[in-house]
């Protein structure tokens, strides 16, 4: 099928052969080239929209109140006639999305269907409505080719339609964006134009992806074809599955002494050392810390955790895991304990919220508790982040150790971090002030394993005085009068403009 | 708030005499030191040299006193005086790095001829008149500055940058090579001029005459043995009424809460989390740790500091609605990570096949650079922050770190492990250099597995192989011996 469906079937074939001939053109001189140029920069008017977005995140360290509102900008590429797609960091945290199509000056109201900040894609939904001329779908069908130009498009605030070009340099699995995951990525190089925020990359005709991140080597990432397709038909039925997590670590196994220790015969020459497995995530259940992960469904793993993949060359292993939706199967083959083992196993994922410190906290109001002017608050990356440029080594070491070794360890116990983050100064928490970035062990003798632990505790030992709250690390307790808390509360909330005293899912 | 130490460049003195008496110049000297320090991620190696001036003054028993800082890592200290062209060398007989005081011996006794020993006063009176001697830079000449004592409070000492002490802030210019020079009020010396403070102008510093008087009592018997503490964490949280009313404290008592009760230390057995301690010798303690001494308010700890270590102070502490008094010897009680910064000493280490082990310290943490507590690995920046709670190893003596890697083929494929903890071989617990070198010494086994904090994987070195590529590494890289530690002779 072509890029517009049944009505160009034609005109795709002929623009495939026109781009046979383009090829050999290339060889012979690279002026040919740039005058074979397929524009379809007036097609795509009909297919891309440009998204103004107003965002309006929380304060971390105030969770009650709205951060100041900021303005940013994305392009849509539809995929039906009022859906679009852009990439999740260009709305998280949005708070009003409006649309702007060629050939009509009113804004159209704009919401997010659905959101996956691991394939960094959202689908907006366009108010029909206000829609006066149905969008022209897209498909993204093109196929990867190494070294091939590439021409991508957008639209402009005023309506403009833009477009550039640079070269498909390699395919590529790691971390972009805010992702916990590492996905794949197409890399287009010496770009015309810094691109970034959603634009339509294309082969000739063909949807290739769309732009999710630039660098200033002229380089950027493209959302390839394969990762949107599975999104969308993810999407498509009932409900999201989303793509499959690793849920496990791994170490480059190039050491020969670690390979004579681990007894590893000489047939098996590659390999990955798993150095720790998670209590979430695909490989959580059924991998231990020491097993050499020798293959995934029949790809070999070299040392360095690579594999061959057929089109893309070496590629990560993550993605024989991210590139998947959660509920297929996964085969694993291992060297454990002196012999090699064959394991079947499910591909899972997790939401960010089911992390013990989740990775990302967006599009939500933070987690908080108020009591006594303490504010008690479920810690994530997010609030870490807070701190500003350095906040890695700004942060309390025992916080940050949460986030860098237990971050996708939640257990039945332990849920999650909840951290004193400030005392409000007030009568009831006089000689507390000052306390601050603390873990919190238990209230009343509780141990809190999670938010809603926080209430409940707060109810227990109803004949004492004074509610209890103890923390990790030898720090002071916190002792809290119950028979003045209820005006204290009041009080503090008054004097500091708190409006809710407190937030849990 | 950064302070700054006042050491600096060498100048020529020439002749002035101040008109008060004594004749403050027959007493202050100049002090012109060469130093090298140790370089601690390869400690078998020094450093560039250094030179420094700063000042010090003649007291009692032909003896020179001057800040540690001043002659700290020294390898050649000369000492002038004001008018006389002839450099009399000099060595460090006593050095406190905790108080930043030393004491140095002239060979040259005839050094002392013509010379007056000053004495010392006592705590100054905040707003009276001072004058600081010295040979600061701005010229040639000895120098005198004359101010108020603005206040006189706790603070950290940056010499050492961990230990906190009673220091005297004066408005008197205190400025780079004024360090070690006495501050003088009625003929006698009141105060070291030692530090400033680099973001405020006319904030001086200088250590009064109680930590100088401990230091010179310690010294006594021949050795420097340090201050002490009592080896417990403490929370003014007594201001709140429910937390002293949860803690069974009568309302009309004041006092300052234990949080934690260090390991191995003398107060173990005696101390314990949630007591409340109201009384330390004959000193009552307010709700904010403060006791009266010397007329006005001061930490409670300024009552240890007045204690040589063996002796004991008398605590009156509430526990569970009881109040108890207990005798409780002070002793030197330092973490396991020391936060204090080192000098003289070489540090000890291991180098087995080309993998360096050091003692984890604030100087090793301090080669990452001026942001070093932002730069460094998470769990060395973890183990030095808490490493007191993090600890439950009673036998741990220092954590040992694999500082660098000297490239060879037995190695080569340790990088990711370096500036990590090392945690066992052989699944033998590492808490010393000691315990590394006597797993290094065991030639029984095929494999030393070398396990580390914070890291799954093993590091596996065959044993064999390791001790021939030993000696040709220890060659190559001009490393003097493998393995320098406590147990060296």
């Known amino acids: ?110 919401k997010i269907k659905i959101v996956d900040y691991e394939s960094n894609l959202a689908l907006i939904e366009l108010d029909p409505n206000a829609l006066k001329k149905a969008l022209v779908p897209l498909k993204f069908n093109a196929k990867y080719e190494k070294g091939i130009e590439v021409n991508f498009y957008w639209l402009s605030s005023t309506v403009q339609a833009y477009s550039g070009r640079g070269y498909l340099d390699r395919a590529s699995v790691d971390s972009y964006s805010i992702a916990f995951s590492r996905t794949l990525n197409f890399v287009a190089a010496n770009i015309s134009d810094l691109t970034g925020n959603g634009q339509l990359y294309c082969i000739g005709t063909e949807p290739l992806g769309i732009a999710c991140w630039s660098n200033s080597n002229k380089e950027a990432g493209i959302i390839p074809a394969e990762v949107i397709n ?130 990302y906290d967006l599009d939500s109001q933070p987690q908080y508790f108020i009591i006594g002017g303490c504010i008690l608050q479920k810690l994530t990356k997010t609030y870490l982040e807070a701190r500003g440029a350095d906040w890695a080594g700004k942060a309390e070491p025992h916080i940050y150790n949460y986030l860098l070794n237990e971050a996708f360890k939640p257990t039945e116990t332990r849920k999650a971090i909840i951290v004193l983050s400030y005392v409000l100064p007030g009568n009831i928490n006089l000689g507390y002030h000052g306390l601050s970035q603390l873990v919190i062990d238990n209230i009343n003798g509780m141990k809190i394993r999670s938010m809603k632990d926080i209430p409940v505790a707060l109810t227990l030992n109803p004949e004492t005085k004074y509610d209890v709250i103890e923390f990790e690390l030898d720090q002071p307790k916190i002792i809290l009068d119950r028979a003045t808390m209820q005006s204290a509360n009041l009080t503090i909330a008054k004097t500091y403009g708190i409006d809710k005293s407190a937030n849990i899912k | 708030m950064k302070k700054i130490l006042l050491v600096l460049t060498a100048l020529l003195p020439a002749g002035i005499c101040p008109a008060q008496p004594p004749d403050i110049s027959k007493s202050v000297v100049m002090i012109q030191t060469v130093k090298q320090g140790y370089d601690y991620t390869t400690p078998w190696k020094q450093k560039s040299t250094t030179a420094g001036t700063g000042s010090g003054f003649i007291i009692a028993g032909n003896r020179i006193l001057t800040n540690a800082h001043n002659i700290s890592d020294n390898r050649y200290i000369i000492i002038k005086k004001e008018n006389i062209a002839k450099k009399y060398p000099a060595n460090v007989e006593f050095i406190g790095h905790d108080c930043d005081l030393a004491v140095l011996k002239v060979y040259d006794e005839s050094f002392f001829d013509g010379t007056e020993s000053l004495d010392f006063g006592d705590l100054p009176k905040v707003n009276s008149t001072v004058s600081t001697y010295g040979f600061p830079l701005g010229g040639a000449h000895f120098s005198v500055t004359e101010g108020v004592i603005s206040r006189i409070q706790t603070d950290v000492y940056v010499h050492s940058g961990a230990d906190s002490h009673l220091v005297i802030q004066t408005d008197a ?166 936060y204090a910064r080192l000098y003289d000493d070489p540090p000890h280490y291991v180098c087995f096949a080309g993998l360096t082990f050091i003692s984890a310290s604030r100087n090793f943490l301090e080669t990452w650079g001026r942001d070093w507590i932002k730069d460094i690995p998470h769990i060395l920046r973890y183990l030095f922050s808490d490493s007191q709670q993090l600890n439950k190893d009673r036998l741990r003596k220092e954590y040992v770190i694999l500082s660098e890697i000297l490239p060879d083929e037995i190695n080569a494929y340790g990088d990711s492990f370096l500036n990590k903890p090392l945690e066992s071989i052989n699944d033998t617990p590492v808490r010393s250099l000691d315990d590394v070198k006597k797993a290094f010494e065991n030639k029984d086994a095929d494999f030393y597995i070398l396990k580390f904090m914070n890291s799954d994987s093993p590091l596996p070195i065959e044993a064999k192989k390791a001790h021939q590529r030993n000696e040709i590494i220890l060659e190559k890289y001009n490393v003097p011996t493998w393995a320098f530690t406590e147990d060296k002779i």
């Open chain 1, 1 to 110: 099928m072509g890029i517009y469906g049944g009505q160009n079937m034609k005109q795709t074939k002929n623009v495939k052969l026109l781009f046979s001939v383009l090829l050999f053109a290339a060889v012979v001189s690279s002026n040919a080239c740039a005058k074979g140029r397929i524009d379809m920069t007036e097609k795509m008017k009909d297919s891309i929209v440009y998204l103004q977005i107003s965002y309006c995140g929380y304060e971390q360290y105030q969770p009650w109140k709205n951060k100041d509102i900021t303005e940013g900008w994305g392009v849509g590429c539809a995929i039906a006639e009022n859906q679009v797609i852009t990439t999740a960091y260009n709305v998280a945290n949005a708070a009003v999305i409006k649309a702007k199509r060629f050939g009509q000056n009113e804004f159209i109201p704009a």
């Open chain 1, 230 to 359: 599975r999104f969308i038909s993810d999407e498509n039925d009932d409900t999201y599955n989303g793509t499959g997590a690793v849920g496990f670590l791994t170490t480059r196994l190039l050491d020969p002494a670690l390979r004579k220790y681990l007894k590893l015969p000489q047939q098996i020459q590659n390999g990955v050392y798993v150095s720790d497995v998670y209590t979430i995530g695909t490989g959580s259940d059924v991998l231990k810390t020491g097993d050499v992960l020798v293959s995934i469904d029949g790809f070999e793993l070299n040392s360095y955790g690579r594999f061959i993949h057929p089109k893309y060359d070496a590629l990560f292993f993550d993605y024989l895991i991210t590139g998947k939706t959660a509920g297929e199967k996964i085969t694993f083959n291992l060297w454990r304990d002196g012999k090699s083992e064959k394991i079947e196993a499910l591909v899972k994922n997790f939401d960010v919220s089911q992390m013990l410190v989740p990775w």
């Open chain 2, 173 to 338: 210019a205190i400025n780079p090579g004024n360090s070690g020079g006495p501050v003088m009020q009625d003929g006698k010396v009141i105060g070291v001029a030692f530090q400033g403070m680099l973001a405020a102008e006319n904030i001086g510093y200088m250590i009064p005459t109680t930590v100088i008087k401990h230091f010179l009592q310690d010294v006594n018997d021949g050795r420097y043995d340090g201050f002490d503490s009592l080896g417990i964490t403490l929370f003014t949280g007594l201001h709140n009424d429910s937390y002293k009313d949860f803690l069974k404290i009568p309302a009309d008592t004041q006092g300052i809460v234990v949080i934690s009760v260090m390991l191995n230390s003398s107060a173990e057995t005696i101390l314990q989390k949630d007591d409340c301690i109201t009384r330390i010798d004959n000193y009552d303690i307010d709700n904010d740790g403060m006791i009266m001494i010397y007329g006005t308010k001061h930490h409670m700890s300024e009552a240890i500091e007045q204690k040589q270590i063996g002796q004991a102070v008398t605590l009156t502490y509430w526990r569970n609605g009881q109040k108890n008094t207990t005798e409780l010897p002070i002793q030197l009680n330092r973490p396991v990570f020391e």
